[in-house]
């Protein structure tokens, strides 16, 4: 498997779970990177991924791109909305207490405080891709759920 380096701004398709299919996402400054609500059949252009709702953005685990075929694309300039770190939810797995997470730094939290963050995990393929074919179909996530720290 050839590795891939990943760069801000750097475009790349990846594959989903039906043949044929594919998916789109941008890398980050901060090493995670935002995906695209598309599963397409055809090749789009970088202006025409970009153009696309972001479906969510997540931390990936470093060799899934060169472990699952994912491929380069293009470049494009990081939107201002992307450029920054994201916070994240965590719930502890065995107080059960919550936590923001912005940059290495933790805070407990109230519920309210943590409704509508990312909740801080490492995804592989096999995750991203039951996510984002979940909210294609309208599905709830089942990986999403098994992680999220807010009910």
Same mark, same amino acid.
């Given at each position: 498997m %050839?590795r891939i380096v990943?760069?801000? *701004?750097?475009?790349?398709k990846?594959?989903?779970? @039906? %043949?044929?299919?594919?998916?789109y996402c941008q890398?980050?400054p901060? &090493? @995670? /990177? $935002?995906?695209?609500?598309? &599963?397409?059949t055809? +090749?789009?252009?970088v202006?025409?991924?970009?153009?696309?709702?972001?479906?969510?953005r997540?931390?990936?685990?470093?060799?899934?791109?060169s $472990?699952? *075929?994912w491929? !380069?694309? *293009? !470049?494009? /300039?990081v939107? =201002? #909305?992307a450029a920054? =770190?994201? $916070?994240y939810a965590k719930k502890?797995?065995i107080s &059960?207490?919550?936590s @923001?997470?912005?940059?290495g730094h #933790?805070?407990?939290a109230?519920?309210?405080e943590?409704?509508?963050? +990312?909740?801080?995990?490492?995804?592989?393929?096999?995750?991203i891709v #039951?996510r984002l074919e979940?909210?294609?179909? &309208?599905?709830?996530?089942k990986f999403? !759920?098994?992680v /999220?720290?807010a /009910?």
């Amino acid at each position: 498997m %050839a590795r891939i380096v990943k760069k801000p *701004g750097d475009v790349l398709k990846f594959p989903l779970s @039906t %043949a044929g299919r594919h998916g789109y996402c941008q890398w980050l400054p901060d &090493g @995670t /990177a $935002r995906f695209f609500l598309v &599963g397409s059949t055809q +090749e789009l252009t970088v202006d025409q991924i970009l153009a696309l709702p972001v479906a969510f953005r997540v931390v990936v685990f470093r060799d899934t791109p060169s $472990r699952y *075929g994912w491929s !380069k694309v *293009g !470049k494009a /300039a990081v939107p =201002p #909305e992307a450029a920054n =770190p994201q $916070r994240y939810a965590k719930k502890d797995i065995i107080s &059960g207490k919550l936590s @923001t997470y912005f940059q290495g730094h #933790e805070k407990l939290a109230m519920p309210t405080e943590i409704a509508g963050l +990312e909740t801080l995990a490492v995804w592989a393929h096999p995750h991203i891709v #039951e996510r984002l074919e979940a909210q294609l179909e &309208g599905r709830e996530s089942k990986f999403l !759920k098994s992680v /999220a720290a807010a /009910a």
